[in-house]
T-cell receptor, first 115, second 111 residues
Framework: GAGVSQSPSNKVTEKGKDVELRCDPI?????LYWYRQSLGQGLEFLIY????????KSGLPSDRFSAERTGGSVSTLTIQRTQQEDSAVYLC?????????????FGPGTRLTVL | GQSLEQPSEVTAVEGAIVQINCTYQ??????LSWYQQHDGGAPTFLSY????GLEETGRFSSFLSRSDSYGYLLLQELQMKDSASYFC????????????FGTGTRLLVSP
């Protein structure tokens, strides 16, 4: 079956513009996660969805970041008024559920460059 | 907060055995995971230790000691394709699988 997909694969934008990043999780996976990875760094947790609700938004760096998930499937991460420090690879992952440990399946990421 | 420390880079030759250590400072977690990431690729799951001790999956083994706040990933019979970054991650006891990742270890395997 298909894995986690993300679009666009690359996004170059100008400082101050808004961007939307999309994630399509594996069908049937109820848990969805967004991470950010700066060059040469580990993954930084941003937000988690269980179904369409986001019980933990603690990782969002600022109020310029928001995310939603609809139909228990597709999720969109929106960054408003982008700044140069937002440049990173944004990774989405999904897992079967959150009840017991399940490996997270990652998408290929969106490389965001803010000029 | 939580912090996980890993060596930044490890080098080895094909056929060798290499151990990548992960020391952590965190309170209350369910287990320790390991992920592999090739350059430009997505992280992929390798192993999970929910209990202390050794978990073996083919050429890869992972170990956890909660009393020592320490874990490691052991890679045997190294192959060139094992050249990648390896991340340890603690699964926090938040009620969902929140993973806190280390900064990663870059493994370079030479012929």
């Amino acid at each position: 079956g298909a894995g986690v997909s993300q679009s666009p694969s690359n996004k170059v934008t100008e400082k101050g513009k808004d961007v939307e990043l999309r994630c399509d999780p594996i069908s049937g996976h109820t848990a969805l996660y967004w991470y950010r990875q700066s060059l040469g760094q580990g993954l930084e947790f941003l937000i988690y969805f269980q179904g369409n609700s986001a019980p933990d938004k603690s990782g969002l760096p600022s109020d310029r970041f928001s995310a939603e998930r609809t139909g228990g499937s597709v999720s969109t991460l929106t960054i408003q008024r982008t700044q140069q420090e937002d440049s990173a690879v944004y990774l989405c992952a999904s897992s079967l559920d959150f009840v017991s440990y399940n490996e997270q399946f990652f998408g290929p990421g969106t490389r965001l460059t803010v000029l | 907060g939580q912090s996980l420390e890993q060596p930044s880079e490890v080098t080895a030759v094909e056929g060798a055995i290499v151990q990548i250590n992960c020391t952590y400072q965190t309170s209350g977690f369910y287990g320790l995971s390991w992920y592999q990431q090739h350059d430009g690729g997505a992280p992929t799951f390798l192993s999970y230790n929910g209990l202390d001790g050794l978990e073996e999956t083919g050429r890869f083994s992972s170990f956890l000691s909660r009393s020592d706040s320490y874990g490691y990933l052991l890679l045997q019979e190294l192959q060139m394709k094992d050249s990648a970054s390896y991340f340890c991650a603690v699964e926090m006891n938040t009620g969902f699988q929140k993973l806190v990742f280390g900064t990663g270890t870059r493994l370079l395997v030479s012929p």
